[in-house]
């Protein structure tokens, strides 16, 4: 019964997080400001952080051109996707989820901030 109960526990956890949810793209938008600085959204070209174009559900450190961090490497060798999930814990604060990454950033403490800015790059940078 207690195992049950964690279960239930933890599956309504999983969904409250806002990583399953749908987010608004519009506020996204807004959001992403922060992150275009370093970041393109809209072309497959390098700045200070590696292009976003296709990155939803990507092997983590797979642009050509762009000098990754050992760390992302590592992740990129062990198999870490970008998927929806893991993007949200990335973007909560990245040097938690792999820690000695090169991305300055500090992260999105709000989880409506980060399911918006995913669902606005989901849906800008579809890989043509």
Same mark, same amino acid.
């Given at each position: 019964?207690?195992?049950?109960?964690?279960?239930?526990?933890?599956?309504?956890?999983?969904?409250?997080?806002?990583?399953?949810?749908?987010?608004?793209?519009?506020?996204?938008?807004?959001?992403?400001?922060?992150?275009?600085?370093?970041?393109?959204?809209?072309?497959?070209?390098?700045?200070?952080? &590696?292009? @976003?174009?296709?990155?939803?559900? /990507?092997?983590?450190?797979?642009?050509?051109g762009?000098?990754?961090? =050992? !760390?992302?490497?590592?992740?990129?060798?062990?198999?870490?996707?970008?998927?929806?999930?893991?993007?949200?814990?990335?973007?909560?604060?990245?040097?938690?989820?792999?820690?000695?990454?090169?991305?300055?950033? &500090?992260? @999105?403490?709000?989880?409506?901030d /980060?399911?918006?800015?995913?669902?606005?790059?989901?849906?800008a940078? =579809? !890989?043509?």
């Open positions: 019964m207690k195992l049950r109960t964690a279960a239930v526990v933890l599956c309504a956890f999983a969904f409250s997080t806002g990583a399953n949810a749908e987010g608004d793209i519009e506020a996204g938008m807004k959001v992403f400001k922060k992150c275009k600085a370093c970041h393109n959204i809209d072309k497959e070209k390098n700045k200070v952080g &590696p292009h @976003l174009v296709g990155v939803v559900d /990507r092997a983590a450190a797979m642009v050509e762009y000098r990754y961090s =050992k !760390a992302m490497k590592a992740k990129g060798e062990e198999g870490l996707m970008w998927t929806e999930e893991n993007l949200d814990a990335y973007l909560m604060k990245p040097k938690d989820f792999i820690p000695k990454t090169k991305m300055a950033f &500090p992260g @999105l403490k709000k989880p409506e /980060r399911v918006n800015v995913i669902a606005y790059i989901k849906s940078t =579809k !890989a043509e």
